[in-house]
Every structure is written in C-alpha cells, then in structure tokens.
C-alpha cells in the first residue's frame, strides 16, 4: 500500500513507518508544518519517502491519513482526488478534546466517508464524533530496550513548551515535587523554566536533547515523573515504561489503563505522588522493581506488532 500522511507527530509516526507498506511524506522547501518531509531526530527506515506536491500529483495512493482539520483540503489540492470520495481516508485523532468537554465535536463527525482513528479509550469516549465510525488503535512503541539504572536520584520529565502550556502540562505542580526530589526537565521550550516556577537551578534543571540521547538520559534518572493533567497519553510515558522506569503519575485520561498496579502510583492526590516520589528516591530496589513490572506491562500492551497488526486490520478493511 502506498499510504499518504504528514509528519506531524515524531514518536507516533516512527512506530506506524515501521509497517509493510510505502509511507508518503509531504516535503515543502521552508519543511515547515505542513512539508517537514522525514524525521530527522527520529530513525525512519526506506520506506517513508519524501514527496513535493509536484510528485504527489503524479503518484498513486492507497490510503490518506488525515492528522488535522486542513489536510483534506490540501490532500484534495495536491493529489487532485478529494479524500473519503475519491481515494480512501482515515481521520488519526491524537488529542483528547478541549473546549467544551465531553460535549466537543469533532471535526469529521457526522460523515460517513471517513474513519475516525482513535489512539486511547479515553479520547474515543470524550469526542462527539456522531455518526462517524470510530476505531481504538492504541499506541506502539519501538522498543528501546531496558535501559533503566536509576543512578541518578532524580525525577525525569518530559513536557514540551511547559511555560505556556501551564496547568494542562501540571507545571504549576513541579515545585511541590521539587521540594521531594530535583527536577530533570526535558523538551522543547523548557528554557527559563526554573525561574518562572522561582525554584533553584540545582532543583530544576531543563534539557532539550535529541531523540536519540533522550531515553539513555530518562534511564539514568531514579524514576519518571507525569504531572500532566490533560493530555491524550503521553508517549514519553510509555517510553519510560519501556526503558524499566517506574512511574508516578496523575491519574487522568487514559494514564489509570496504561499504568497497572506495581508498575508505579497513579493518583489524582499530588501529597500521594509526592510521597511516592520520596519512597522511590529512599528505596532504590523498590524503584528497580516497579519499573521491571512497567516495562513487562508496557510491552505487552504497547507493543509494536501489535499496533502494526491493528493499522494492517484496518487499512486492509477501508481500501478493499
């Protein structure tokens, strides 16, 4: 199958190119949101092909994945076939909704030439996608193999643009767990952040490390550490149950399906959070111990094979 989508989501499209089929990858000249062409942070095999829209108009295409609300206007412009009409489309919905929840509406709700793909449980139940169809396909995680020593006692965490994103990222929670355990912030736009909170530099420190650092760096850390109160499900959770960490973390959206008991503590109480990150600093062995149960229960749910098997379910089913 030749399979249209954009990159716009690094850690997902890495597991969803490692599939049998020719992913075909919009570039523009600028790479910029809607032309970033192949990762470049990121280990993409062969198969994921860069295309101008020039090229695109003369290609054959099986299947468009649609990502945000303007790409079928621009898959429309650039194939000269309209998706869901002309060529088959799905919808991959990575966002849990915001506005008016539960009473958001999706942007392809109530079609019936279009797929909506959900990543979690969570999302598919709070969308008001009507009459569309709907799907769960989970996450997948190339796995990075247990890295985990926890030598470092501290807490890892991974947010993108904490400062702006305030409370759905739990930033304004950091300096209660900093008062447990230092910091270690990685991400994009983390800069100045230990200021803007009014902590010591020692208490938080932010890094922005490529993708092929991150998990070697998360792995040293005692343990990782989810503030986040509104989110989808934050693949660098999943990755630092891969990696053998153990996780302590809000319990909202999907996070109470992906993180089972023994593998960390999940709680919507930030004092109880707080205190697993004290026990996990004090007790190492119990740190290493949760964190071998997150990473068993992390394969066998979000693992590769079986996301790939789901998308191949599905993309078999809507091109026949």
């Known amino acids: 199958?030749?399979?249209?989508?954009?990159?716009?989501?690094?850690?997902?499209?890495?597991?969803?190119?490692?599939?049998?089929?020719?992913?075909?990858?919009?570039?523009?000249?600028?790479?910029?949101?809607?032309?970033?062409?192949?990762?470049?942070?990121?280990?993409?095999?062969?198969?994921?092909?860069?295309?101008?829209?020039?090229?695109?108009?003369?290609?054959?295409?099986?299947?468009?994945?649609?990502?945000?609300?303007?790409?079928?206007?621009?898959?429309?412009?650039?194939?000269?076939?309209?998706?869901?009409?002309?060529?088959?489309?799905?919808?991959?919905?990575?966002?849990?909704?915001?506005?008016?929840?539960?009473?958001?509406?999706?942007?392809?709700?109530?079609?019936?030439?279009?797929?909506?793909?959900?990543?979690?449980?969570?999302?598919?139940?709070?969308?008001?996608?009507?009459?569309?169809?709907?799907?769960?396909?989970?996450?997948g995680i190339v796995d990075p193999g247990h890295q985990y020593t926890g030598r470092i006692a501290s807490a890892a965490v991974v947010v993108n643009d904490p400062v702006r994103r305030g409370r759905t990222t739990g930033t304004d929670l950091l300096p209660r767990f900093a008062r447990e355990a230092p910091l270690d912030v990685f991400g994009m736009g983390t800069a100045g952040l230990a200021a803007h909170l009014g902590l010591p530099a020692d208490r938080c420190r932010v890094a922005e490390l490529p993708q092929s650092r991150l998990h070697a760096e998360m792995a040293r850390r005692r343990l990782y550490l989810h503030p986040v109160r509104w989110t989808s499900l934050g693949l660098s959770l999943l990755e630092a149950m891969h990696l053998g960490m153990p996780v302590v973390a809000l319990a909202t959206t999907e996070v109470t399906r992906a993180v089972p008991a023994g593998a960390g503590v999940v709680s919507t109480d930030p004092d109880v959070l707080a205190g697993a990150v004290r026990r996990y600093l004090a007790d190492p062995a119990a740190a290493d111990d949760d964190g071998r149960r997150a990473r068993q229960a992390a394969l066998g749910r979000y693992g590769l094979k079986r996301f790939l098997d789901d998308w191949d379910r599905l993309i078999d089913e809507v091109t026949q």
């Open 1 to 139: 199958m030749r399979i249209l989508l954009w990159h716009v989501h690094g850690s997902w499209t890495t597991a969803f190119v490692q599939g049998p089929h020719t992913y075909l990858v919009p570039v523009l000249p600028d790479r910029g949101p809607d032309g970033l062409g192949r990762a470049r942070t990121f280990d993409w095999p062969a198969n994921a092909v860069e295309l101008t829209p020039q090229e695109l108009r003369s290609t054959d295409v099986d299947l468009v994945v649609l990502q945000r609300p303007h790409e079928a206007a621009l898959a429309a412009r650039w194939l000269g076939r309209t998706p869901g009409r002309d060529v088959p489309a799905v919808y991959l919905e990575h966002n849990s909704p915001h506005g008016g929840v539960p009473d958001t509406r999706h942007p392809v709700a109530d079609r019936d030439d279009v797929v909506v793909v959900h990543v979690t449980h969570f999302n598919r139940l709070f969308w008001d996608c009507g009459r569309t169809r709907t799907e769960v396909i989970e996450h």
